[in-house]
């Protein structure tokens, strides 16, 4: 039981990232994207960062287990 506990887990962490990098990729190759300033490239790829930690973080704790595939 615990392996499925753990299996559950590992699976949030795989989808949350491959979501990360999705939209932070889709992000920076949207041509706006080098017109800002720096500290406003930084802030919304943070801003993405804090989303999908918050989104699993929520599924964790309402046993949902783990995030659609991107």
Do not use: H
């Not at 706006?32 to 993405?48: A, D, F, G």
Request: hydrophobic share 30%.
């Amino acid at each position: 039981m615990k392996s499925e506990y753990t299996l559950k887990n590992s699976d949030i962490v795989d989808n949350n990232m491959r979501l990360y990098f999705y939209v932070a990729d889709k992000m920076i190759k949207d041509p706006r994207w080098k017109r800002l300033p720096n500290y406003c490239q930084n802030s919304s790829i943070t801003t993405v960062f804090i989303a999908c930690k918050e989104q699993v973080e929520r599924r964790k704790s309402d046993g949902k287990g783990a995030l659609p595939k991107v």
